[in-house]
C-alpha cells in the first residue's frame, strides 16, 4: 500500500466490513496538503470500498444484508429498488471495481482483496475530485489494479 501511495500520491485504505459499516483497517496518506482522509468506520453504501465487500458477498449474503439494514436510499441515489441494487453491485462485480462520488467532492475507487478465491478485504484510494482528471484516473485504475493484484497473488501462499 504504500509503494501504490508513493505512485499515485493519493490516499489508500485497507477495509472490511463490520455488520453495515466499513471499518479501515489500515491506512496510508499522502503528500499533499489538500487530502482525503477517510473516516474510519462509515456507512458501507456510502463508500467505494464498501460497496466493493457488498458486491462479492454471495446472493444469500447480499439478501440477508439487505433484510438486516435497508436499501441505501439517498446514499446511493442510482439505486431506487433491490433491484437496482443488485444491478449495481453486479457491476461492480463484473468491473472488479467500483467508483464513489461523494458529495464532499471526494473521489473513492476501490477494488477487492481475495485470499483463495474468498474475498477478505477491499483495497481503495480516495482523493478530492478536482485531483481526478483523466490521466491520474489511467494511472489510478491501473496501479490499484495491479497492486490488488500482487495482494491476491502474495496470499495465495
Partial sequence: MKELVVKINESCILASLKDNNRIT???????HELQANPRQEKNAYLTATGRVLLAFKNQKEQEKFIQEYGLPGEMWP????KHDLMIELNKIKEKQIAIH???????GLAVPIFKIDK???SLGV???ETRFNYKKQELIFSELK???????????K
Fill in 25 to 31: 483497517l489500515y491506512q496510508v496518506t499522502n503528500t
Fill in 78 to 81: 442510482e439505486v431506487k429498488s
Fill in 101 to 107: 462520488h461523494a458529495d464532499s467532492d471526494i473521489i
Fill in 119 to 121: 474475498l477478505i478485504a
Fill in 126 to 128: 480516495y482523493l478530492p
Fill in 146 to 156: 495491479n497492486t490488488a493484484k500482487y495482494v491476491n497473488k502474495k496470499l495465495e
